[in-house]
């Protein structure tokens, strides 16, 4: 069973940048996508990055966050500017059809 470990994330100012990192007990080189959960909300997704390197964003993070990845180092990144209050969530990384083990994720605070 595939387990993934993200990490990176932390307490930032509104206007503040992070970086998320994710790797993987087996291999990453799939359709991956960077989710979050928001405390009293459903997770939801916010960047895809598929096998052709092609990505998609939620409107809400549109043109502030990026999904990345390095294959020969089996990790995919979310690089995340501008970050504002509402985007205090648990981050989670998975494939773009979920598989059911997910991992701890990460706190991302944005708070002053």
């Known amino acids: 069973q595939v387990q993934f470990v993200e990490s990176g994330g932390g307490l930032v100012q509104p206007g503040g940048s992070l970086v998320l990192s994710c790797t993987a007990s087996?291999?990453?080189?799939?359709?991956m996508g960077w989710y979050r959960q928001a405390p009293g909300k459903q997770r939801e997704w916010v960047a895809r990055?598929?096998?052709?390197?092609?990505?998609n964003y939620a409107d809400s993070v549109k043109g502030r966050f990026a999904i990345s990845r390095d294959n020969a180092k089996n990790t995919v990144y979310l690089q995340m500017t501008n970050l504002q209050p509402e985007d205090t969530a648990v981050y989670y990384c998975?494939?773009?059809?979920?598989?059911?083990?997910w991992g701890q994720g990460t706190q991302v605070t944005v708070s002053s």
């Open positions: 998975n494939r773009v059809v979920p598989l059911n083990s």
């Open positions: 087996g291999s990453l080189f799939y359709s």
């Open positions: 990055i598929f096998t052709t390197d092609s990505t």
